[in-house]
């Protein structure tokens, strides 16, 4: 992997990924922050080096370097997920690259549905913490000691610091902002009413397929790290309806103006 990384930060370089500040991973709702940022160079995943290629179809995939509120700024437009058949090492391989880069802060936002019920569809959550539940870990691999330690503490994955500015950002701005525990799951199904409940038990307050995986990678990099979710649907088991993937795009593309307030004014004060 070292060399794969090496060869692929290479190719970046030379095409004028100049010493990032911040990484940004966006996912369902926050695809509109593109238009706010100065963009010097942009790449299509499949041109780059060893990067994996996005093959959802709401999600684009784009690298892009640029600056954001005077910042410099690297953006994956379009994230990778377990359930399309990668591997948690490919998953989390750009979380990597940034890191060579020259990030030293990730910022990541995600679709989740609500598994607290005070939490309604089109609110944000600010996540405080997390439940792995993707049956294994990317640092899961022989020689991972050569990029970071093997024993990642992971009592506080979550910046408390950028959370704070979040929250007051939040309230500056009238912006309704829960704040709780994601849980990442490995999909592409939707969970059953014995899943939600099982989920609820565990202390989650909303479920993913995402996030996770880039969270620890991370941390093992010794990165900081804030994430917030557009909750998209409502999962009451007692009252579940079928999905609606048009009415989950609905409501993240209802969340997003929310969205990108907070993350270009964090942006601004970091």
């Known amino acids: 992997m070292i060399k794969y ?12 990924f100049d010493n990032p500040e911040i990484g940004i991973i966006l996912g369902t709702g926050l695809g509109q922050l593109i238009n706010e940022i100065n963009i010097i160079k942009q790449v299509s995943y499949n041109h780059i080096p060893n990067f994996p290629t996005a093959t ?5 995939g784009k690298l892009i370097f640029g600056e954001l509120e005077g910042k410099k700024v690297i ?3 379009g994230r990778f997920h377990l359930y399309e058949g990668y591997s948690l090492q490919d998953v989390t391989y750009p979380v990597r690259i940034m890191e060579k880069l020259g990030i030293k802060t ?6 989740a549905g609500a598994i607290n019920l005070n939490f309604k569809k089109g609110e944000l959550m600010l996540i405080d913490d ?5 049956g294994s870990s ?3 691999f022989k020689g991972v000691e050569q990029l970071g330690e093997r024993f990642t503490d992971m009592s506080a994955p979550y910046d408390a610091e950028i959370n704070s500015k979040f929250e007051a950002i939040a309230k500056v701005n009238n912006i309704n902002l829960h704040k709780g525990v994601y849980v990442s799951v490995v999909g592409p199904q939707l969970e059953t009413r014995a899943e939600y409940r099982m989920l609820k038990i565990m202390g989650a307050d909303a479920v993913g397929m995402s996030t996770v995986p880039e969270i620890i990678v ?3 990099l010794k990165l900081k790290v804030a994430a917030v979710s557009v909750l998209t649907d409502e999962c009451d088991p007692d009252n579940l309806e079928p999905i609606n993937i048009d009415d989950i795009i609905a409501n993240a593309t209802k969340a997003e103006p929310d ?3 907070l993350f270009k004014e964090l942006i601004k004060e970091l």
């Open 56 to 60: 959802v179809e709401f999600h684009k």
């Open 106 to 111: 990730l910022l990541v936002s995600n679709a």
């Open 218 to 220: 991370a941390n093992h």
């Open 138 to 140: 990317p640092l899961a």
């Open 75 to 77: 953006v994956m437009q």
């Open 130 to 134: 997390h439940i792995n539940l993707q």
């Open 5 to 16: 990384i090496e060869e692929t930060v290479e190719y970046l370089k030379n095409k004028g």
């Open 259 to 261: 969205m990108i307030t």
